[in-house]
C-alpha cells in the first residue's frame, strides 16, 4: 500500500525536515505521496513534486490551512490518510501538534519519533530520554508514524517530477484560529539541520554574553543552541533549546559551553559526530560524553578560540 | 470553571535507566518514581487559575496501578480539591489513555482539560492530542502562556520557530512546556490536608472502555555507547585536534 508523508512547510517553501521524512517513507517501500497542507502553497507543492522518489503531490490549498492549525489538519489527514497504509510526519512541533489527532480519529496508536525502519510494520525509536531504544511492531491498519530527522538522511530535493493533484479538504474546524506569532529570523543555519552547532548553557551567565558563541558561530558557519537552563533563565528564546524536550541535533561537531551535560540535555546531542566541552568543572557529566573535553573557564577559552579558527 | 488535569506516576527525572539484561524493558525495580515533570507544570497552571478567580474547581485524574495514588496525593496537596484514580494494572499506550480520559471528560464535563506535553519515560508527546481529538475539543500544546476569558483560552506555544498564539473555544485541551510557571512545593500542612481530600477510584470496565493496542514491543535496547574522548590541555591542542585529527573543521 501506498504511504502519505505530510509536508511541513511555510506555504513559499519547504522544510527540510520534509526530505528526512520521505527517505524514512521510501525505506518503508511503496509509492511515497506528500501532502502539502496550506494556503497560497503551489511553490511548496511544486518543491515537494521535486523531490526524488516522490511519486504524487496532493495539494490542499485553501485559508482553512493557512497556519496548519491541529484540528483542521486532523480532519484532512485522517480522511485523506485512510486509503494508506502508512502516515508519516517529520517530529516536529508541526507534525507533534497534529498526527496524535489523525491517529485517535483513525483509532489507531501512533508511533512517535522513530529512528530506524527495520521492515514495514517494525520500527526502533528511542525511550527515556535516549537511554534505552525500543523496537515496535505495528498491526494497525494504517500506521501513523513521526520521523525523528536525525535518524535518516535527508532524500535528494531535486530531481523527482511528480504530478501536483489539487484537493479539497474538509470545511474548518470552527473551534480554533490562529492570532499570531512571534518568529525568531536569524541568518545563522538551522539548529537541527546545521552542519557545526555551538551551544551555550547556564554558565554563559547572562544573554549578552552568548554574543561570544554568535562570534565563534560565525566564524564555523554554525547554528547556536542552549540548555534548558539558559532558556529558562532567559538568556536567549525557546527556539534554542536542545534536548529530550527540545530540538534533537546531531551535527558533525557539537560544541558544548558551559553546560553540564544532564541526561535530559544529552538526549538532543550524543548522536553529534564529533563533541567538545568546554567547563571549567573537570567533573562534569559532559566531558563523559565528549570527544575532546577543555577544562576552562569559558570567557578566556572561547574568545582564544575564535581568535586561533 | 472547572479544570481537569492529568497526572502520570513516572520514573523520577534525575535517574538513569538501565535496560534488562533480557532486553525485555528498562529495569525499574527499587528505582524512585515520581509525578511527570510536564504535569507538576500542568497542575500548577490549574492551581493559579483557581487562585486568581478564574477556575472554580481542580479535579486530578490518573491512570495507573494503586501506587498512583501517590502522585494524586501529591496534586491534592498542591492544591487540586479531589482526585479519581482510573485503576488499571496494564501498560497502557497514549491512545488507551486518552480513550479512558475521554471517558473522565464525559463524566466531569471540565471546560479546560490540561496534560503535560510529554511522558518523561515513553517520550510519546500523543495522550493530550489524542483527547482533544476524541473528545471534539481544540488543543494548545506546548504552552508557555494560558489565558482564559469570555469562553475561550488563548494559549501562546512554543513552536520550533518561536512562539504561536492560538485561541480556542472552551471546552478545550491545553499541554504544558517547561516555561508555563514554574512549580511550587507542597507545604507540609498542606501534604497533611491533601490526605482528607476525596479521593475517588474507577475502573476501565466501570468507564466502558475496551483497552488495546496494535504496538507490541519487541526488544528494548541499550543505545549505542560513545566511546570516552580525552581531555585536551589548550586552546591551542583543541583546535589541532578538531583540524587535523577529527577533521570536521
Ligand atoms: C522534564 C524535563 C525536561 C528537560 N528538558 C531539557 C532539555 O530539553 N534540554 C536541556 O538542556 N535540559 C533539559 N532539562 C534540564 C536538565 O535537567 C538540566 O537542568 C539542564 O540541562 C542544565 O543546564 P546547564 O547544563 O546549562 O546548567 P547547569 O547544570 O547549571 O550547568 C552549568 C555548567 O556550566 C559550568 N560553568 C559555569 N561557569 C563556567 C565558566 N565560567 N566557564 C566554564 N564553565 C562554566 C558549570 O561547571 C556547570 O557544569 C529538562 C529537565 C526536566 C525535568
Ligand atoms: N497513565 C496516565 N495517567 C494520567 N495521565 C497521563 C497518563 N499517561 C499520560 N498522561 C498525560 O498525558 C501527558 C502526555 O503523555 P504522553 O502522551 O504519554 O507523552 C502526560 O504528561 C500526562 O498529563
Redesign the pocket.
Known sequence: MAILVIAEHTNDALNGATLNAVTAALAIGGDVDVLVAGSNCSAAAESAAKISGVNKVLCADDATYEHQLAENMGLLVSDLGKSYGHILASATTGGKNFMPRVAALLDVDQISEIIRVDSPDTFARPIYAGNAIATVQSSASVKVITVRGTGFDAAPAEGGSAVVELINGPADAGISSFVGEELASSDRPELSAADIVVSG???M?NGENFELLYTLADKLGAAVGA????VDAGFVPNDM??????KIVAPNLYIA?????????L??MKDSKVIVA????EE?P?FQVADYGLV????EAVPELEKQL | MKVLVAVKRVID?NVKVRVKADNTDVDLTNVKMAMN??DEIAIEEAVRLKESGVATEVVVVSIGGKESQEQIRTALALGADRGILVETGEKLGSLSVAKLLKAVVDEEKPDLVILGKQS?DNDNNQTGQMLAALASMPQGTFASEVKVADGQVAVTREVDGGLQTVSLKLPAVVTTD?RLNEPRYASLPNIMKAKRKPLDTKTPEELGVTLGSTITTLKVEPPAERQAGIKVASVEELVDKLKNEAKVI
Open positions: 548553557g547556564r554558565g551567565g540548555s534548558r537552563a539558559a533549546q536542545v534536548g529530550q524536550t527540545g559551553v558551559g553546560i553540564s551535560g544532564a541526561i535530559q540535555h538526549a538532543g568546554i567547563n571549567k568543572d562534569a559532559i576552562a573557564d569559558l570567557f | 527525572y515533570p510536564f518523561i517547561l
